[in-house]
Nanobody
Framework: VQLQAYGGGLVQAGGSLRLSCAGSGRTFSNYAVGWFRQAPGKERDFVARISGRGGLTYYPDSVKGRFTISRDNAKNTVYLQMNNLKPEDTATYYC?????????????????WGQGTLVTVSS
């Protein structure tokens, strides 16, 4: 499967943005998908993940209650709805995929990445 992330942009603090991750291939629903982000000079951090059929999701405390991950396997797309954005959410966001749901938490364990999309939140 190949991934392509898009939807980033500039938004004011308190605003919302929705990122999309489009996957290719007929086996997209076999893959768990996650979102990670990387700010300049910092490590790539886990943001959210969703299981292949969408029944399981997980978020770190930093985004819980503000971000929602979902997927539409008929469209081979995973979404990240980001609400109440803060300046500290500014980063390049990457989507990633793996056949194992629990792999999608440590970036160094992930091998299948989409290109990043930049999110900038102004104060």
């Amino acid at each position: 499967v190949q991934l392509q992330a898009y939807g980033g942009g500039l938004v004011q603090a308190g605003g919302s943005l929705r990122l999309s991750c489009a996957g290719s291939g007929r086996t997209f629903s076999n893959y768990a998908v996650g979102w990670f982000r990387q700010a300049p000079g910092k490590e790539r951090d886990f943001v959210a993940r969703i299981s292949g059929r969408g029944g399981l999701t997980y978020y770190p405390d930093s985004v819980k209650g503000r971000f929602t991950i979902s997927r539409d396997n008929a469209k081979n797309t995973v979404y990240l709805q980001m609400n109440n954005l803060k300046p500290e959410d500014t980063a390049t966001y990457y989507c990633a995929a793996d056949l194992e749901y629990n792999t999608l938490i440590l970036a160094s364990n992930v091998h299948l990445w989409g290109q990043g999309t930049l999110v900038t939140v102004s104060s």
